[in-house]
């Protein structure tokens, strides 16, 4: 089993920046991507950005390119995710989820998930 914990969510004004870290433990070695998805009152899941455990390729979502930036900490066993210049339209739940192997957009290609934290940006 794979238990991620989320936190560093907050309110904070347009144009500002907020630090999100994912720590991981249990059979962390067994799974290969770590990604951030993001959802939204009333929308779908979103891929925000992922990070190949193995060689440390990223990705991300083109509305956060340049403003956000997924790294991890092997140390600690964490993933964070740092976003700047946030704007209103960032605000949701934002979650992390540990991945095997399959497609990495798709939510439902993951099958360990934190329990999520606000993420709510003024404008």
């Known amino acids: 089993q794979v238990q991620l914990v989320e936190s560093g969510g907050g309110l904070v004004q347009a144009g500002g920046s907020l630090r999100l870290s994912c720590a991981a433990s249990?059979?962390?070695?067994?799974?290969?991507?770590i990604s951030w998805f993001r959802q939204a009152p009333g929308k779908e899941r979103q891929f925000v950005a992922g990070?190949?455990?193995?060689?440390?390729?990223?990705y991300y979502e083109d509305s956060v390119k340049g403003r956000f930036t997924i790294s991890r900490d092997s140390a600690k066993s964490s993933v964070s995710l740092q976003m700047n210049s946030l704007k209103p339209d960032d605000t949701a739940v934002y979650y992390c989820?540990?991945?095997?192997?399959?497609?990495?957009?798709?939510?439902?290609?993951?099958?360990?998930w934190g329990q999520g934290t606000q993420v709510t940006v003024s404008s």
């Open positions: 989820a540990a991945l095997l192997s399959g497609n990495y957009i798709r939510w439902g290609s993951y099958d360990h």
């Open positions: 990070i190949n455990l193995s060689g440390g390729a990223t």
């Open positions: 249990g059979r962390t070695f067994s799974r290969n991507f």
